[in-house]
């Protein structure tokens, strides 16, 4: 396994990490506690994961699988555990949102459902715009956005004071040692980042991103901006939602199985097949290789459904691809160009 510094911190995690959304879903607990033991063994160190995992079959039910997993396994001291908050956890105004007050009882659901004392990087999943999460019940509202009643001369959702207020209380209580950012704007990042600096505070240290060869929108501003203030990208759906994964990789049960595209979305695909062909190479090692050689990129997220699956993706580590081939690939798959604003002017 290959090792980086979380962001700017002086924290090593392993150039992957596991990402856990499928655990409980689509993998069962046995399968997914056999994942993390091999993800182990394997020298991965960085597992991600979110309290609304689960999902309609129940919410937190991941991290209750992954709790159980380091309560049997002795394994706590040797993850750099990431967890998210934002969404709705229940019906209730507050339960959902980056309020100091939805985020105490937030932190406090997670440590018990994953039987630990501290979380080490706790991810912000959506800025607070003060709306209701898309999942949201809405029933204290009932249902009606109009009942939301927001003062004129105040901004909607929560305060940078606040929420570096709740990190600070949680930092100082070893509930949490590192602050990061997931589905973030350039200028959130920005924002972010220098209202904890007045305070003091290390402030955000990641940014979870869409980010693959079939989504390059990042390139143009966020990236940027992570680099300027050593916020390491953690990109969510490399493979494009599966899309990059390849058909020979389809087992009929992933996001693509069914999936259809555009015509020239699915001639970009057969070309990036063949390129990956030519090269010796099964086409999500050489998807997950492309982000890997973006210094910006911390950790892709892999979400194994399968231990082959996971062996599979651990390659990419170690996959060099050459000048002519990140070229070949920039024709397949262009991304803005270049940053803001040379992209777009001068």
């Known amino acids: 396994m290959k090792y980086?510094?979380?962001?700017?911190?002086?924290?090593?995690?392993?150039?992957?990490?596991?990402?856990?959304?499928?655990?409980?879903?689509?993998?069962?607990?046995?399968?997914?506690?056999?994942?993390?033991?091999?993800?182990?063994?394997?020298?991965?160190?960085?597992?991600?994961?979110?309290?609304?995992?689960?999902?309609?079959?129940?919410?937190?039910?991941?991290?209750?699988?992954?709790?159980?997993?380091?309560?049997?396994?002795?394994?706590?001291?040797?993850?750099?555990?990431?967890?998210?908050?934002?969404?709705?956890?229940?019906?209730?105004?507050?339960?959902?949102?980056?309020?100091v007050y939805h985020m105490q009882a937030a932190i406090n659901a997670s440590l018990t459902r994953l039987q630990t004392d501290r979380i080490d990087l706790y991810q912000m999943h959506h800025i607070d715009r003060g709306l209701p999460h898309p999942k949201s019940p809405k029933s204290y509202i009932d249902g009606n956005l109009e009942n939301l009643v927001y003062p004129g001369h105040l901004k909607p959702g929560t305060s940078w004071e606040e929420i570096w207020q709740g990190y600070a209380q949680l930092v100082n209580a070893g509930k949490v040692l590192y602050a990061g950012s997931s589905n973030f704007a350039a200028w959130n990042i920005v924002q972010a980042n220098e209202r904890a600096a007045a305070r003091h505070m290390l402030g955000l240290v990641t940014e979870q991103s869409k980010y693959s060869l079939m989504t390059r929108d990042v390139e143009l501003?966020?990236?940027?901006?992570?680099?300027?203030?050593?916020?390491?990208?953690?990109?969510?759906?490399?493979?494009?939602?599966?899309?990059?994964?390849?058909?020979?990789?389809?087992?009929?049960?992933?996001?693509?199985?069914?999936?259809?595209y555009d015509e020239q979305t699915e001639k970009r695909l057969a070309a990036f097949t063949d390129l990956a062909k030519e090269i010796g190479e099964e086409p999500p090692?050489?998807?997950?290789?492309?982000?890997?050689?973006?210094?910006?990129?911390?950790?892709?997220?892999?979400?194994?459904?399968?231990?082959?699956?996971?062996?599979?993706?651990?390659?990419?580590?170690?996959?060099?691809?050459d000048e002519a081939t990140l070229a070949r690939l920039d024709e397949i798959f262009p991304g803005p160009g270049d940053q803001a604003p040379e992209a777009y002017a001068w």
Request: glycine share 14%; net charge neutral; aromatic share 6%.
């Open 4 to 99: 980086t510094k979380l962001g700017r911190t002086g924290t090593k995690v392993s150039r992957i990490c596991l990402g856990t959304m499928n655990f409980g879903p689509r993998t069962s607990e046995e399968e997914s506690h056999r994942i993390m033991d091999r993800a182990v063994e394997m020298g991965i160190n960085f597992f991600d994961t979110a309290n609304r995992y689960g999902f309609d079959l129940e919410t937190g039910l991941t991290e209750s699988i992954i709790g159980r997993w380091l309560g049997r396994s002795g394994k706590r001291d040797e993850v750099v555990l990431a967890t998210k908050y934002f969404g709705p956890m229940g019906p209730g105004a507050n339960d959902e949102g980056l309020s």
């Open 221 to 260: 501003e966020l990236v940027p901006a992570c680099r300027e203030y050593g916020v390491g990208i953690i990109p969510w759906s490399p493979l494009g939602g599966g899309a990059l994964a390849g058909r020979a990789h389809d087992d009929g049960t992933g996001r693509r199985s069914g999936r259809t």
């Open 285 to 321: 090692v050489v998807a997950l290789a492309w982000l890997l050689h973006n210094p910006v990129v911390t950790a892709p997220i892999i979400g194994p459904r399968t231990v082959d699956q996971l062996e599979s993706a651990v390659r990419a580590i170690d996959v060099k691809l």
